[in-house]
């Protein structure tokens, strides 16, 4: 039987013998269909990319609104370009907490990589602290931070100053000193398995990362944009973070990211805006112009409220004596099993019958659920009908 590193690889590869190497044709809403036409209810959002639905019709039609105007101008901000500005306006008011200014990027990774360079140049401070188990991406500075010995092995020497503490264990808290520039955790833990945070646990980290004058980074990249059941996760906390990272499900399917502080803290790049961050790509009009169309589609139809309501549903149906938990928050949900071969079979099983799920990369005995956020309660009910069907079938 293959690791789960190995097939994770093939599908990259997108080899043609193994079965998730299917190659798809076209999506829409919550559905995509393959060459041969076959439908598949997508419970994955490319992992928590198509929140509002595939190929939504008012970013489709922002996005060749703006290909009509201009693609690309120049890099350090010579000219204003609105999509860029009307989309920071609108997201640092979504976001709360004084978060005002924002830097556009291109992915999760190079929102990381900013926040930690931000962090760097406003305390003066180098260490780091993050969480086992936590994914950031994967680019040099990103890797220094993941939770996970086997992805960082190849790579060394990465940042030094990092500390990785356990999620959910203020016992922990005594590694965060007056040399932690930052400490960096995502708002509800993706990679591990959707793990929320306990009641209290981050606002405690706050006060920490305030008794000793280092920054709290919320990587909400994975668990934003109306995930959870609220805009972003950290609304339900009672806490102001003092930079969030986003990315995946900003763009409504196109590539975007971004990093958000108060001007205060943002105020350190500007110093020499050279020396702060340079991208050629980052906050492209096209993208930009697609993120403020998914965003507005999310506050206006209110989307952020659905992952309650779905999930008590998928906490009803996935009953089963295999599955030991069903755990994490709104439309982050992981369905613990007992083996990988299991999780495996049950994947491909629900392929086979039309449904997508998928692992995790530090958890490979539980099934990962996030769904678009407008999945529907029959598309739910069908959905949870293969799964517990195809956990039979390992029996
Ligand atoms: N942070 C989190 C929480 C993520 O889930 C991811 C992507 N899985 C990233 C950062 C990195 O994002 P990207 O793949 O766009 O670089």
Redesign the pocket.
């Known amino acids: 039987m293959a690791s789960i590193k190995q097939l994770f690889f093939a599908n990259l590869a997108q080899t043609t013998d193994f079965p998730l190497a299917l190659e798809m044709e076209r999506a829409e809403g919550v559905h995509i269909w393959d060459t041969n036409g076959k439908a598949y209810i997508d419970l994955i959002s490319g ?2 990319v198509s929140n509002i639905g595939h190929r939504h019709p008012k970013v489709v039609d922002a996005i060749k609104g703006q290909v009509d105007k201009y693609m690309h101008l120049l890099v350090y901000g010579e000219f204003i370009q609105s999509p860029q500005v009307l989309l920071a306006n609108e997201l640092s008011q979504a976001l709360g907490s004084n978060l005002d200014n924002l830097f556009l990027v ?7 990589e900013g926040a930690m360079k931000l962090a760097k140049r406003y305390t003066g401070r180098r260490e780091f602290i993050a969480f086992d188990k ?6 040099q500075g ?1 890797l220094s931070i993941i939770g996970d010995e086997e992805f960082r092995r190849g790579y060394r020497p990465l940042l030094p100053g990092i500390r990785h503490i356990q999620f959910n264990d203020t016992a922990e808290f005594q590694h965060i000193t007056e040399n932690t520039a930052a400490v960096i955790v ?1 708002t509800v ?3 591990a398995g959707y793990i929320p945070p306990h009641a209290g646990y981050l606002k405690a980290l706050r006060e920490k990362c305030d008794e000793v004058g280092a920054l709290l980074i919320l ?5 934003g944009f109306g995930r959870t059941g609220s805009l972003f996760a950290f609304h339900t906390e009672d806490i102001h973070p003092d930079i969030v ?1 986003l ?2 499900g900003m763009g409504g399917g196109m ?1 975007i ?1 971004a990093f958000a502080s108060r001007k205060e803290i943002m105020d350190s790049l500007k110093e020499n805006p050279i020396l702060g961050h340079i991208t050629t790509f980052g906050g492209h009009p096209v993208s930009a112009a697609a993120a403020l169309a998914s965003l507005q589609v999310i506050q206006e139809e209110e989307l952020w409220k659905r992952p309650l309501e779905g999930e008590k549903l998928f906490r009803e149906l996935l009953v089963h004596p295999l599955i030991t938990e069903v755990r994490g928050r709104g439309f982050m949900l992981a369905v613990q099993l007992d083996t990988f071969e299991r999780v495996q079979k049950v994947i491909e099983y629900c392929l086979e019958h039309g449904v997508i799920t998928d692992w995790f ?1 530090f958890n490979d005995t539980s099934l990962r659920l996030s769904p678009p956020l407008i999945i529907t309660d029959d598309e739910i009910r069908r959905a949870c009908e293969v799964i517990v069907e195809g956990i039979d079938r390992t029996v």
């Open positions: 992992i928590s291109n992915s999760g990774s190079e929102a990381i936590a994914y950031h991406g994967s680019t990103a995502e833990q993706g990679e990587d909400e990249i994975q668990a990272t990315a995946k590539p990211g990369l």
